[in-house]
């Protein structure tokens, strides 16, 4: 096979490398433009778990690493001169410069032909000259444009500018510091990559190989619009670097900075729809990016590596090792690049968390792309860990997510919500034993507050036959009869109701029928803004007349009333989801000319109105909540800058918090699916609005809910499918954690089994099997 390998970057190089190991045959030659001495950037970071990978597929290269890695396990985290340090964490890092000889050693010893100062023939050529084609040729890769049509790459750029430099010392830990300027925030992200020989027995200090000064990789990152007010686009390269080294002189030591032509830049997410074309496989920075605040580019690449040298080994044919590489590594990378892009995000908001105490800031930052979590820096940091707990208020041994929450009069006993879930099980639209069952196990098993469906204000509001409805007595007798029971069985635990239209995504068969299929039969005609069907199939609805807005307005006031008669201790307004009031808010949905119409003041109109007449018949002592979608996940729709709009519109009419959901607004969305995937978005609303949230989506474990609590990304939590999966979720939260207080009560009946039970005979006693001595 002869292989050949575009760009000498790390995943070129030990790509060539394994190739030419696994079958010194092979024929592998690598071009590289630059020189070998040249390179961009200067410290690079990999894991234990990547590291693990390079000794067992490479031990020569393995242990020329070993030699040169610099290891620290400490986070310095600076936040308006307080500095906090959590470790446990666990890092190695050397000079990229010492990283790309150790490769170009191991390439030249195993019979690689290495081209330095060469341009790479044109794809089209290599590809029919050669059995393989690697394309490691970074982020601005000619290969995957050259065949764009077929990688369909999308990249997309973000908001800050940033920029590598140096420094000739090195930080005693990883190091995080906010500079807030006149002209806004700035960022420092500092690492060591080599350590001064004159240090080199303390303890405090990173252990590796001695280097005289020592040195550290230093990124200054901000806002583009902060780095145009200070004026760095005018600056050339020395003064900027003197400018950076002014501002973090504190970090520095008074120490100045040094370049290697470096340049301000704004980071690109790179993601490829296919990886592979033919004999063409991309790989690194070319199939994918991920940003420097997770360090994972070189990472990354070098896993890319190891894959597709395992692939090819593996399998029969190129094309099937190709195809294995890509369907191997591409969920990797995707769980990955969320991970980054919620660090990158976090990094581009980071003034929405200035004003936390240092201990609640550093504890947000070490868990903001949601892979630290509050039990995992548990383990590696108690005392840390344990400081920000009492910060926040935590009594001990009181994990966040047990604190209380008080919303007007209701106290809630802790942070998790039962959300709301339709379970399309009425007839005539009152609940029966299923809802009472259903309800009443999921009080019964410990959360603060739990949610009813979305109960319809109307028949014709129903989203299928067997929607919950509070337009008649009977109903709002029937729930009665299920309030009674939570507050009777489960004391402490709230219920709420959550009222709503379903607009014109109604008259629909149930979910396991066929979820927003139409009815086959005995449709009811359906209302909207606008006449805008939800889907091509779906029944078009009437546009609203001004008479009907009153109507609708009458309607939920009346089954307000009949909510609070029914015992209710909190009220939710269904403003999500595409249902009537959705789709008052979104553009995609209201088409209006009117008053209510156009502009997101006119949206935004009807909503209020409805919110109002509810609030006032609602018992004021009682709390309110209103759900939105804060993307509608479309072009041209609802964004996250309107949903901040949105909630600080309610909250100015009474709401006391805003359940932030995302989405199902209209059909043809492009989600981001993804772990608390919608959290960045009750983030968001929770600091610029000023209002508690409820985060809900994709939360699946008490860890995440401690997590998102902690740090300041949420007051409540909701959850569904865990509360489907296991009624008594927050029981058995409280037994894992070995809670036991006034956060969540154990029914007397369940008190047997507060404890989780034993497993197998883990416990049996054991024979004696040696001798001893």
Known sequence: MKVAVVGGGP???????????????????????NTPDDTFGFGVVLSDETLGGIEHADPVVYEALKAEFVRWDDIDIVHRGVRHRSGGHGFAALGRRRLLEILHDRCRSLGVELRFRTEAPYPAWLAETYDLVVAADGVHSTTREAYADVFRPRLTSHRCRYVWLAADFAFDAFRFEVAETEHGVMQLHGYPYARPSADHHSS????????????????????????????????????????????????????????????????????????????????????????????????????????????????????????????????V???????????????????????????????????RSRRVTHDNLRLRDAHFTGAVEREFGCPPGTPPMFTPFRLRGLTLPNRVVVSPMD???????????????????????????????????????RITPGCAGLYTGRQAEAWRRITEFVHAQAPGTAIGIQLGHSGRKGSTRRMWEGMDEPLPADNWPLVAPSAVPYRPDSQTPRALSRA??????????????????????????????????SSFLSPLTNHRTDAYGGSLAKRLRFPLEVFDAVRGVWP???????????????????????????????????????????????????????????????????????????AVGAISSWDDVNSLILAGRADLCALARPHLYDPQWTLH???????????????????????????????????RLDLGG
């Not at 009458?554 to 008669?565: I, L």
């Open 423 to 461: 379970v399309y099980s009425a007839v005539d639209g009152v609940p029966g034993d299923f809802h009472l069952v259903h309800l009443g196990a999921r009080a019964l098993g410990g959360a603060g507050l739990v949610m009813t469906e979305m109960v319809c204000v109307s028949e014709e509001g």
């Open 620 to 694: 004021q002592e009682r709390p309110m909540t209103v759900r939105i979608s804060a993307t509608d996940w479309a072009e041209g729709g609802t964004t996250a800058d309107d949903a901040v709009e949105i909630a600080r519109a309610f909250a100015a009419h009474g709401a006391d918090a805003v359940d932030v959901s995302t989405g199902q607004v209209v059909a043809d969305e492009q989600p981001e699916f993804g772990r608390s995937y919608q959290t960045p978005f009750a983030d968001r609303v929770r600091h610029e609005a000023g209002i508690p949230v409820i």
């Open 733 to 767: 939260a409280a037994a894992e954690q070995g809670y036991e207080g006034p956060g969540v009560s154990w029914p007397k009946p369940y008190r047997a089994g507060s404890r989780p039970p034993r497993t197998g005979r883990t416990d049996a006693p054991r024979p």
């Open 11 to 33: 995943g070129g190089l030990y790509t060539a490398a394994l190739l030419k190991r696994l079958d010194p045959a092979r024929e592998v030659t690598v071009w590289e433009r």
């Open 204 to 331: 405090t200090r990173p252990s590796g190989p001695q280097h005289q000064l020592g040195a550290s990789t230093v990124i200054v990152e901000m806002r583009e619009e902060v780095w145009r007010a200070a004026g760095f686009d005018e600056l050339d390269e020395g003064e900027s670097i003197d400018r950076c080294a002014k501002i973090f002189s504190d970090a520095l030591g008074g120490r100045p900075l040094r370049s290697n032509n470096s340049a301000w830049t704004t980071f690109r997410t790179v993601v490829n729809e296919r990886w592979s074309h033919g004999n063409v496989v991309l790989l690194g920075d070319a199939a994918h990016t991920a940003h420097f605040s997770i360090g994972s580019g070189t990472k990354l690449a070098v896993e890319d590596a190891l894959a597709l040298a395992a692939c090819l080994a593996e399998q029969d044919s190129t094309a099937r090792a190709l195809a294995a590489y890509e369907e191997e590594r591409k969920p």
């Open 333 to 367: 990378v995707a769980s990955t690049q969320r991970a980054a892009r919620a660090s990158l995000e976090w990094f581009e908001d980071l003034d929405l968390y200035l004003g936390q105490g240092p201990r609640q800031f550093a504890f947000n930052l070490l868990t």
């Open 548 to 581: 009907q807005l009153t109507d609708l307005r009458e309607q939920f006031a009346a089954a307000t009333w009949r909510a609070a008669r029914a015992g209710f201790d909190l009220l939710e307004l269904h403003c999500a989801h595409g249902y009537l009031l």
